[in-house]
Protein backbone atom coordinates (compact mmCIF):
# COMPACT_ATOMS: atom_id res chain seq x y z
CA UNK A 1 0.00 0.00 0.00
CA UNK A 2 1.59 3.09 -1.18
CA UNK A 3 0.94 6.58 1.21
CA UNK A 4 0.71 9.74 -0.03
CA UNK A 5 3.12 12.28 0.12
CA UNK A 6 3.08 13.98 3.54
CA UNK A 7 5.10 14.54 6.65
CA UNK A 8 4.67 14.18 10.28
CA UNK A 9 5.83 13.56 13.77
CA UNK A 10 6.78 11.11 16.22
CA UNK A 11 6.16 11.47 19.85
CA UNK A 12 4.90 9.04 22.52
CA UNK A 13 2.07 10.08 24.60
CA UNK A 14 3.84 8.90 28.13
CA UNK A 15 6.21 12.58 26.47
CA UNK A 16 3.33 15.17 26.73
CA UNK A 17 2.69 17.22 29.66
CA UNK A 18 0.31 16.45 32.21
CA UNK A 19 -0.24 17.00 36.12
CA UNK A 20 -0.50 13.55 37.04
CA UNK A 21 3.59 12.29 36.48
CA UNK A 22 3.48 11.20 32.70
CA UNK A 23 1.88 12.06 29.42
CA UNK A 24 -1.73 10.37 29.58
CA UNK A 25 -4.28 10.73 26.06
CA UNK A 26 -6.06 13.96 27.79
CA UNK A 27 -6.03 17.72 27.03
CA UNK A 28 -2.00 18.08 25.93
CA UNK A 29 -2.64 15.38 23.52
CA UNK A 30 -5.04 17.15 21.97
CA UNK A 31 -3.22 20.36 21.61
CA UNK A 32 -0.56 18.23 20.10
CA UNK A 33 -2.84 17.43 17.25
CA UNK A 34 -3.87 20.99 16.73
CA UNK A 35 -0.08 21.67 16.29
CA UNK A 36 0.22 18.98 13.98
CA UNK A 37 -2.83 20.89 11.82
CA UNK A 38 -1.24 23.66 12.68
CA UNK A 39 2.54 22.85 11.16
CA UNK A 40 0.56 20.90 7.66
CA UNK A 41 1.22 17.86 8.84
CA UNK A 42 -0.66 14.58 8.65
CA UNK A 43 1.36 11.90 10.53
CA UNK A 44 1.58 11.04 14.11
CA UNK A 45 3.69 7.75 15.05
CA UNK A 46 4.06 6.47 18.44
CA UNK A 47 5.69 3.79 20.00
CA UNK A 48 3.65 0.36 21.25
CA UNK A 49 0.86 1.26 23.45
CA UNK A 50 0.33 -1.46 25.46
CA UNK A 51 1.21 -2.03 29.15
CA UNK A 52 4.91 -1.68 30.18
CA UNK A 53 6.72 -4.06 31.96
CA UNK A 54 10.14 -3.83 33.33
CA UNK A 55 11.92 -0.75 33.04
CA UNK A 56 8.63 1.05 31.63
CA UNK A 57 9.66 -0.05 28.01
CA UNK A 58 6.66 0.22 25.46
CA UNK A 59 8.94 -2.92 23.74
CA UNK A 60 8.21 -5.05 27.11
CA UNK A 61 4.29 -5.68 27.74
CA UNK A 62 2.79 -7.62 29.48
CA UNK A 63 0.44 -8.40 26.03
CA UNK A 64 0.45 -7.57 22.67
CA UNK A 65 -3.34 -6.40 22.68
CA UNK A 66 -3.98 -4.93 25.83
CA UNK A 67 -3.82 -1.18 26.16
CA UNK A 68 -1.85 0.61 28.90
CA UNK A 69 -4.01 1.49 31.46
CA UNK A 70 -1.71 4.31 32.63
CA UNK A 71 -2.07 6.60 29.32
CA UNK A 72 -6.04 7.17 30.80
CA UNK A 73 -6.04 10.46 31.46
CA UNK A 74 -7.68 11.57 34.87
CA UNK A 75 -9.08 14.83 33.68
CA UNK A 76 -11.25 12.64 31.53
CA UNK A 77 -12.24 10.76 33.92
CA UNK A 78 -13.38 13.99 36.06
CA UNK A 79 -15.04 14.95 32.76
CA UNK A 80 -17.07 11.79 32.67
CA UNK A 81 -18.12 12.37 36.31
CA UNK A 82 -16.25 9.57 37.77
CA UNK A 83 -13.65 11.40 40.27
CA UNK A 84 -13.86 15.03 41.44
CA UNK A 85 -12.04 17.92 41.16
CA UNK A 86 -10.46 17.69 44.43
CA UNK A 87 -9.53 14.33 43.81
CA UNK A 88 -7.48 15.35 40.78
CA UNK A 89 -5.97 18.37 43.12
CA UNK A 90 -4.95 15.57 45.54
CA UNK A 91 -3.14 13.82 42.85
CA UNK A 92 -1.55 16.44 40.93
CA UNK A 93 2.57 16.36 40.07
CA UNK A 94 5.03 19.04 38.99
CA UNK A 95 5.37 18.77 35.13
CA UNK A 96 9.06 18.04 34.41
CA UNK A 97 10.92 16.96 31.22
CA UNK A 98 11.19 13.49 32.98
CA UNK A 99 8.25 11.42 33.63
CA UNK A 100 8.09 10.14 37.63
CA UNK A 101 6.62 6.33 37.03
CA UNK A 102 6.41 5.04 40.42
CA UNK A 103 4.83 8.24 41.38
CA UNK A 104 2.31 8.50 38.71
CA UNK A 105 1.12 5.13 39.03
CA UNK A 106 0.29 5.43 42.64
CA UNK A 107 -1.54 8.62 42.45
CA UNK A 108 -3.26 7.20 39.30
CA UNK A 109 -4.07 3.73 40.87
CA UNK A 110 -6.08 5.66 43.73
CA UNK A 111 -7.75 7.83 40.79
CA UNK A 112 -9.08 4.57 38.73
CA UNK A 113 -10.30 2.53 41.14
CA UNK A 114 -12.45 5.84 42.76
CA UNK A 115 -13.83 6.25 38.72
CA UNK A 116 -14.26 2.49 38.53
CA UNK A 117 -16.28 2.38 41.76
CA UNK A 118 -18.43 5.23 40.41
CA UNK A 119 -18.62 3.61 37.03
CA UNK A 120 -19.77 0.67 38.45
CA UNK A 121 -22.32 2.00 40.83
CA UNK A 122 -23.78 4.62 38.24
CA UNK A 123 -23.63 3.24 35.21
CA UNK A 124 -26.37 3.38 32.61
CA UNK A 125 -27.76 1.18 29.97
CA UNK A 126 -25.14 3.23 27.17
CA UNK A 127 -22.46 2.37 29.06
CA UNK A 128 -23.54 -0.89 29.54
CA UNK A 129 -24.24 -1.64 26.06
CA UNK A 130 -21.22 -0.05 24.81
CA UNK A 131 -19.07 -1.92 27.75
CA UNK A 132 -20.83 -5.59 26.51
CA UNK A 133 -19.94 -4.72 22.56
CA UNK A 134 -16.12 -3.89 23.81
CA UNK A 135 -15.89 -7.29 25.58
CA UNK A 136 -17.45 -9.05 22.31
CA UNK A 137 -15.10 -7.07 19.98
CA UNK A 138 -12.36 -8.07 22.02
CA UNK A 139 -13.06 -11.54 23.45
CA UNK A 140 -10.29 -13.26 21.57
CA UNK A 141 -7.98 -11.54 24.16
CA UNK A 142 -9.75 -10.10 26.93
CA UNK A 143 -10.65 -12.48 29.67
CA UNK A 144 -6.90 -14.16 29.19
CA UNK A 145 -5.29 -10.97 29.66
CA UNK A 146 -7.23 -9.72 32.52
CA UNK A 147 -7.05 -12.80 34.74
CA UNK A 148 -3.20 -12.84 33.37
CA UNK A 149 -2.96 -9.58 35.11
CA UNK A 150 -5.26 -10.59 38.48
CA UNK A 151 -3.08 -14.09 39.03
CA UNK A 152 0.66 -11.70 38.21
CA UNK A 153 -0.81 -9.19 40.88
CA UNK A 154 -1.50 -12.30 43.82
CA UNK A 155 1.86 -13.52 42.81
CA UNK A 156 3.65 -10.48 43.34
CA UNK A 157 4.65 -10.35 39.52
CA UNK A 158 6.76 -13.48 39.13
CA UNK A 159 6.75 -14.97 36.09
CA UNK A 160 3.87 -17.05 35.18
CA UNK A 161 6.18 -20.38 35.03
CA UNK A 162 7.03 -19.50 38.76
CA UNK A 163 2.93 -20.05 39.68
CA UNK A 164 0.94 -22.87 40.96
CA UNK A 165 1.67 -25.72 38.86
CA UNK A 166 -2.17 -26.26 37.84
CA UNK A 167 -2.31 -22.48 37.44
CA UNK A 168 0.93 -22.45 35.37
CA UNK A 169 -0.41 -24.73 32.52
CA UNK A 170 -3.63 -23.84 32.70
CA UNK A 171 -5.43 -26.41 33.79
CA UNK A 172 -9.44 -26.17 33.57
CA UNK A 173 -10.06 -26.68 37.42
CA UNK A 174 -7.21 -23.96 38.41
CA UNK A 175 -8.63 -21.63 35.85
CA UNK A 176 -11.91 -21.82 37.35
CA UNK A 177 -10.88 -21.06 40.46
CA UNK A 178 -8.83 -18.38 39.85
CA UNK A 179 -11.63 -16.77 37.99
CA UNK A 180 -13.97 -16.96 40.59
CA UNK A 181 -11.60 -16.14 43.26
CA UNK A 182 -10.29 -12.85 41.58
CA UNK A 183 -14.18 -11.75 39.66
CA UNK A 184 -13.50 -7.86 41.54
CA UNK A 185 -9.90 -7.92 40.17
CA UNK A 186 -10.97 -9.27 36.50
CA UNK A 187 -13.42 -6.91 36.22
CA UNK A 188 -11.39 -4.13 37.65
CA UNK A 189 -8.61 -4.70 34.90
CA UNK A 190 -11.63 -5.13 32.25
CA UNK A 191 -13.03 -1.89 32.97
CA UNK A 192 -9.30 -0.36 33.11
CA UNK A 193 -9.06 -1.86 29.17
CA UNK A 194 -12.72 -0.55 28.25
CA UNK A 195 -11.57 3.24 29.46
CA UNK A 196 -8.03 2.70 28.08
CA UNK A 197 -9.89 2.11 24.49
CA UNK A 198 -12.76 4.79 24.85
CA UNK A 199 -9.79 7.77 25.16
CA UNK A 200 -7.58 6.43 22.66
CA UNK A 201 -10.76 5.50 19.82
CA UNK A 202 -11.93 9.36 20.32
CA UNK A 203 -8.46 10.73 20.59
CA UNK A 204 -7.87 9.14 17.09
CA UNK A 205 -10.89 10.07 15.91
CA UNK A 206 -10.15 13.80 16.67
CA UNK A 207 -6.69 13.46 14.40
CA UNK A 208 -8.23 12.05 11.84
CA UNK A 209 -11.53 15.10 11.64
CA UNK A 210 -7.75 16.80 11.16
CA UNK A 211 -6.80 15.12 8.59
CA UNK A 212 -4.20 13.38 10.45
CA UNK A 213 -3.51 9.30 10.13
CA UNK A 214 -1.78 8.21 13.68
CA UNK A 215 1.39 5.47 12.98
CA UNK A 216 1.01 2.62 15.36
CA UNK A 217 4.13 0.49 16.14
CA UNK A 218 4.20 -3.83 16.73
CA UNK A 219 7.25 -5.34 17.74
CA UNK A 220 7.88 -8.52 16.20
CA UNK A 221 7.86 -10.08 19.49
CA UNK A 222 6.38 -10.26 22.73
CA UNK A 223 7.50 -11.19 26.29
CA UNK A 224 7.65 -14.10 28.02
CA UNK A 225 5.91 -13.01 30.91
CA UNK A 226 3.06 -12.04 28.93
CA UNK A 227 -1.02 -12.85 28.88
CA UNK A 228 -0.22 -14.31 25.55
CA UNK A 229 2.86 -16.66 25.89
CA UNK A 230 0.48 -17.78 28.74
CA UNK A 231 -2.60 -18.25 26.80
CA UNK A 232 -1.09 -19.84 23.93
CA UNK A 233 2.17 -21.88 24.54
CA UNK A 234 1.70 -23.47 21.34
CA UNK A 235 2.64 -21.00 18.94
CA UNK A 236 5.99 -20.47 21.59
CA UNK A 237 9.19 -22.20 21.74
CA UNK A 238 8.00 -22.96 25.66
CA UNK A 239 8.44 -26.71 27.54
CA UNK A 240 5.84 -27.99 29.44
CA UNK A 241 6.42 -26.16 32.72
CA UNK A 242 6.72 -22.60 30.67
CA UNK A 243 10.53 -22.33 30.68
CA UNK A 244 11.59 -20.42 27.35
CA UNK A 245 13.48 -23.00 25.23
CA UNK A 246 14.80 -20.45 22.37
CA UNK A 247 15.02 -16.85 21.92
CA UNK A 248 15.64 -14.50 20.36
CA UNK A 249 18.49 -12.07 19.32
CA UNK A 250 21.07 -10.59 16.88
CA UNK A 251 24.62 -12.10 15.96
CA UNK A 252 27.72 -10.43 17.03
CA UNK A 253 27.87 -7.50 14.95
CA UNK A 254 29.97 -3.78 14.48
CA UNK A 255 28.12 -3.12 17.74
CA UNK A 256 28.53 -5.91 20.04
CA UNK A 257 31.44 -9.00 20.15
CA UNK A 258 28.67 -11.18 21.86
CA UNK A 259 25.39 -9.97 20.02
CA UNK A 260 22.41 -9.02 21.94
CA UNK A 261 20.39 -11.71 23.49
CA UNK A 262 17.23 -9.97 24.08
CA UNK A 263 15.84 -13.22 25.92
CA UNK A 264 11.60 -12.79 23.94
CA UNK A 265 10.41 -16.95 23.32
CA UNK A 266 10.80 -17.28 20.01
CA UNK A 267 7.53 -18.65 17.62
CA UNK A 268 6.64 -21.99 17.06
CA UNK A 269 5.99 -20.76 13.27
CA UNK A 270 4.82 -24.23 11.94
CA UNK A 271 2.43 -24.28 14.58
CA UNK A 272 1.08 -20.96 13.59
CA UNK A 273 0.89 -21.65 10.24
CA UNK A 274 -1.36 -24.41 10.69
CA UNK A 275 -3.40 -23.03 12.69
CA UNK A 276 -3.61 -20.47 9.59
CA UNK A 277 -1.32 -17.89 11.49
CA UNK A 278 -4.78 -17.24 13.86
CA UNK A 279 -2.87 -15.35 16.47
CA UNK A 280 -0.96 -13.06 14.19
CA UNK A 281 -4.42 -12.27 11.79
CA UNK A 282 -5.79 -11.32 15.47
CA UNK A 283 -3.36 -8.79 16.52
CA UNK A 284 -3.13 -6.87 13.04
CA UNK A 285 -6.77 -7.01 12.67
CA UNK A 286 -6.52 -5.21 16.12
CA UNK A 287 -3.30 -3.06 15.23
CA UNK A 288 -5.28 -1.67 12.11
CA UNK A 289 -8.81 -0.93 14.03
CA UNK A 290 -6.48 1.08 16.47
CA UNK A 291 -4.49 2.80 14.08
CA UNK A 292 -4.01 3.94 10.38
CA UNK A 293 -0.65 2.52 9.75
CA UNK A 294 1.86 0.00 11.56
CA UNK A 295 5.73 0.42 11.53
CA UNK A 296 6.72 -3.52 12.16
CA UNK A 297 9.37 -3.65 14.22
CA UNK A 298 12.38 -5.96 13.34
CA UNK A 299 11.32 -7.00 10.15
CA UNK A 300 14.06 -8.75 8.95
CA UNK A 301 12.75 -11.60 11.64
CA UNK A 302 9.27 -12.61 9.24
CA UNK A 303 12.36 -13.53 6.76
CA UNK A 304 14.69 -15.10 9.11
CA UNK A 305 15.47 -14.96 12.74
CA UNK A 306 18.81 -15.34 14.88
CA UNK A 307 18.20 -18.78 17.21
CA UNK A 308 19.51 -19.14 20.38
CA UNK A 309 19.24 -21.62 23.07
CA UNK A 310 17.85 -20.52 26.24
CA UNK A 311 20.75 -21.79 28.16
CA UNK A 312 23.30 -19.20 26.53
CA UNK A 313 24.74 -16.72 28.28
CA UNK A 314 25.13 -14.84 25.30
CA UNK A 315 23.89 -14.46 21.69
CA UNK A 316 27.24 -15.62 19.76
CA UNK A 317 26.00 -19.55 19.12
CA UNK A 318 23.46 -19.21 17.45
CA UNK A 319 21.98 -19.53 14.09
CA UNK A 320 19.49 -17.99 11.22
CA UNK A 321 16.48 -20.00 10.63
CA UNK A 322 13.74 -18.62 7.94
CA UNK A 323 10.79 -17.70 9.08
CA UNK A 324 7.01 -17.74 6.85
CA UNK A 325 7.61 -14.64 6.04
CA UNK A 326 5.84 -14.47 2.44
CA UNK A 327 2.98 -16.65 3.44
CA UNK A 328 2.21 -14.74 6.95
CA UNK A 329 1.89 -11.75 4.91
CA UNK A 330 -0.41 -13.72 1.93
CA UNK A 331 -3.13 -14.99 4.71
CA UNK A 332 -2.95 -11.68 6.70
CA UNK A 333 -3.59 -9.92 3.44
CA UNK A 334 -6.60 -12.11 2.47
CA UNK A 335 -8.15 -12.19 5.44
CA UNK A 336 -7.74 -8.33 5.97
CA UNK A 337 -7.54 -6.44 2.75
CA UNK A 338 -4.62 -4.15 2.23
CA UNK A 339 -1.73 -3.99 4.52
CA UNK A 340 -0.88 -0.41 5.79
CA UNK A 341 2.48 -1.63 6.96
CA UNK A 342 5.75 0.77 7.25
CA UNK A 343 9.11 -2.27 7.52
CA UNK A 344 11.60 -0.98 9.78
CA UNK A 345 14.67 -2.69 7.78
CA UNK A 346 17.07 -1.22 9.28
CA UNK A 347 20.18 -3.05 10.27
CA UNK A 348 22.32 -5.32 7.93
CA UNK A 349 18.96 -6.62 5.43
CA UNK A 350 19.86 -9.25 2.77
CA UNK A 351 18.37 -9.78 -0.20
CA UNK A 352 15.36 -11.89 1.32
CA UNK A 353 14.39 -8.90 3.46
CA UNK A 354 14.66 -6.62 0.46
CA UNK A 355 12.23 -9.31 -1.63
CA UNK A 356 9.69 -9.92 1.10
CA UNK A 357 9.48 -6.20 1.61
CA UNK A 358 9.00 -5.05 -1.62
CA UNK A 359 6.69 -8.18 -2.40
CA UNK A 360 4.80 -6.62 -0.23
CA UNK A 361 5.05 -3.06 -1.50
CA UNK A 362 6.04 -1.96 2.25
CA UNK A 363 8.16 1.15 2.41
CA UNK A 364 11.28 1.21 4.57
CA UNK A 365 12.67 3.24 6.80
CA UNK A 366 15.55 6.02 6.00
CA UNK A 367 17.73 7.59 8.67
CA UNK A 368 19.38 10.63 7.73
CA UNK A 369 22.01 10.51 11.25
CA UNK A 370 23.64 7.39 9.52
CA UNK A 371 24.02 8.89 5.75
CA UNK A 372 27.22 9.94 6.11
CA UNK A 373 29.41 7.36 7.91
CA UNK A 374 30.81 6.36 4.28
CA UNK A 375 30.97 7.78 0.69
CA UNK A 376 27.80 9.01 -1.64
CA UNK A 377 26.70 5.45 -2.37
CA UNK A 378 25.41 5.32 1.40
CA UNK A 379 21.91 4.21 0.87
CA UNK A 380 20.73 6.70 3.63
CA UNK A 381 22.00 10.04 1.67
CA UNK A 382 18.65 11.03 -0.02
CA UNK A 383 19.94 11.05 -3.53
CA UNK A 384 19.90 7.63 -3.24
CA UNK A 385 16.02 7.03 -1.83
CA UNK A 386 13.55 5.12 -3.95
CA UNK A 387 9.84 7.03 -3.82
CA UNK A 388 8.01 4.34 -1.05
CA UNK A 389 10.12 4.88 2.18
CA UNK A 390 9.79 6.88 5.12
CA UNK A 391 12.65 8.67 5.83
CA UNK A 392 13.44 10.07 9.44
CA UNK A 393 16.25 12.58 10.89
CA UNK A 394 16.31 10.09 13.63
CA UNK A 395 14.07 7.01 15.67
CA UNK A 396 13.35 6.48 19.25
CA UNK A 397 16.41 4.82 19.25
CA UNK A 398 18.56 7.49 17.71
CA UNK A 399 20.53 10.63 20.20
CA UNK A 400 18.80 13.76 19.08
CA UNK A 401 20.14 15.27 15.99
CA UNK A 402 21.80 17.68 17.80
CA UNK A 403 23.17 15.58 20.29
CA UNK A 404 23.91 13.04 16.85
CA UNK A 405 26.08 15.38 15.69
CA UNK A 406 28.06 16.57 18.77
CA UNK A 407 29.10 13.85 19.06
CA UNK A 408 29.64 12.35 15.57
CA UNK A 409 33.38 11.81 14.16
CA UNK A 410 34.59 15.01 12.67
CA UNK A 411 34.58 13.23 8.91
CA UNK A 412 30.80 12.52 9.19
CA UNK A 413 30.24 16.24 10.59
CA UNK A 414 32.20 17.58 7.77
CA UNK A 415 30.16 14.98 5.22
CA UNK A 416 27.30 16.55 6.94
CA UNK A 417 27.95 19.59 6.55
CA UNK A 418 28.96 19.89 2.85
CA UNK A 419 26.01 17.51 1.96
CA UNK A 420 23.73 20.51 3.79
CA UNK A 421 25.83 23.27 2.16
CA UNK A 422 26.01 24.65 6.01
CA UNK A 423 28.13 25.19 8.69
CA UNK A 424 26.13 22.87 11.14
CA UNK A 425 25.34 25.52 13.83
CA UNK A 426 21.20 24.48 12.75
CA UNK A 427 21.78 20.96 12.06
CA UNK A 428 18.69 19.58 12.82
CA UNK A 429 16.95 21.80 10.75
CA UNK A 430 19.63 20.98 8.01
CA UNK A 431 18.84 17.37 7.83
CA UNK A 432 15.08 18.63 8.62
CA UNK A 433 14.86 19.76 5.15
CA UNK A 434 16.69 17.72 3.59
CA UNK A 435 13.95 14.87 4.72
CA UNK A 436 11.41 17.30 3.28
CA UNK A 437 12.68 17.88 0.12
CA UNK A 438 13.66 14.02 -0.47
CA UNK A 439 11.81 12.17 -3.05
CA UNK A 440 10.32 10.03 -0.11
CA UNK A 441 6.59 9.43 0.30
CA UNK A 442 6.93 10.24 4.06
CA UNK A 443 9.06 12.51 6.24
CA UNK A 444 9.02 11.44 10.11
CA UNK A 445 11.28 13.83 12.71
CA UNK A 446 11.38 13.00 16.52
CA UNK A 447 9.64 16.03 17.98
CA UNK A 448 12.64 16.65 19.84
CA UNK A 449 14.64 17.65 16.60
CA UNK A 450 11.62 20.42 16.15
CA UNK A 451 11.98 21.39 19.77
CA UNK A 452 16.31 22.29 19.01
CA UNK A 453 16.95 19.74 21.94
CA UNK A 454 20.48 17.85 23.10
CA UNK A 455 21.27 14.57 23.95
CA UNK A 456 19.57 15.26 27.46
CA UNK A 457 16.34 14.93 26.03
CA UNK A 458 16.83 11.59 23.77
CA UNK A 459 14.22 8.90 24.66
CA UNK A 460 16.24 5.86 24.49
CA UNK A 461 19.46 4.23 23.98
CA UNK A 462 19.73 0.56 23.53
CA UNK A 463 21.34 -1.74 25.32
CA UNK A 464 20.93 0.52 28.33
CA UNK A 465 19.11 -0.20 31.23
CA UNK A 466 17.40 2.73 33.92
CA UNK A 467 17.23 6.53 31.94
CA UNK A 468 15.26 5.28 29.18
CA UNK A 469 11.86 6.16 28.28
CA UNK A 470 11.47 9.02 30.56
CA UNK A 471 11.43 12.22 28.30
CA UNK A 472 8.77 14.26 28.23
CA UNK A 473 8.34 18.28 27.39
CA UNK A 474 6.44 21.02 28.88
CA UNK A 475 3.71 23.08 27.21
CA UNK A 476 6.20 26.22 26.74
CA UNK A 477 8.51 23.98 24.47
CA UNK A 478 6.05 23.15 22.66
CA UNK A 479 4.19 26.94 22.19
CA UNK A 480 8.05 27.78 21.18
CA UNK A 481 8.42 25.60 18.16
CA UNK A 482 8.89 27.39 14.71
CA UNK A 483 5.51 26.55 13.36
CA UNK A 484 6.20 28.75 10.25
CA UNK A 485 9.23 27.25 9.49
CA UNK A 486 8.03 23.55 9.38
CA UNK A 487 4.91 24.98 7.38
CA UNK A 488 6.54 26.47 5.19
CA UNK A 489 8.98 23.60 4.33
CA UNK A 490 6.17 21.27 4.02
CA UNK A 491 4.64 23.74 1.57
CA UNK A 492 7.59 24.21 -0.74
CA UNK A 493 8.04 20.37 -0.42
CA UNK A 494 4.73 19.46 -1.61
CA UNK A 495 3.57 17.57 1.45
CA UNK A 496 1.35 19.85 2.89
CA UNK A 497 -2.37 17.91 2.70
Known amino acids: MRFPRSCGTLVHPTSFPSNYGMGDLGHEAYEFINFLEETGQTIWQVLPLSPTGYGNSPYASYSAFAGNPYLISPDKLEEKGYISTDDLSKARLPITVEANYEASYQKKDELYKKAFEEFRSSNSKEDQKRLKAFKERNSYWLEDYTLFIACSNYNNREPWNKWDKDLAQRKSSALKKAKKRFAEVIEYETWLQFEFFEQWNTLKDYANSKNIRV ?57 LQKD ?14 LFDAIRVDHFRGFDEYWEVKASEENAINGEWVKAP ?35 FNFPGMKILQFAFDSDSTNSFLPHNYSQNCVTYTGTHD ?5 GWY ?22 QWELIRLGMFSVADQAIFPLQDFMNLDSSHRMNTPGTVGDNWNWR ?19 MSNRLP
Request: glycine letters at 8%; a negative charge; hydrophobic letters at 35%.
Open 276 to 289: GFSWWIERFKQMFD
Open 406 to 427: KSAPEVEQHRAREYTRSDGQNI
Open 398 to 402: NDTTI
Open 325 to 359: GVELFTTIKKKLGSLPIIAEDLGLMTQGVEDLRDQ
Open 473 to 491: YTPDMLQNVDTQQIKKMAE
Open 215 to 271: VGDIPIFVDHNSADVWSHPEYFAVDKQGNRKLVAGVPPDYFSDTGQLWGNPLYKWEA
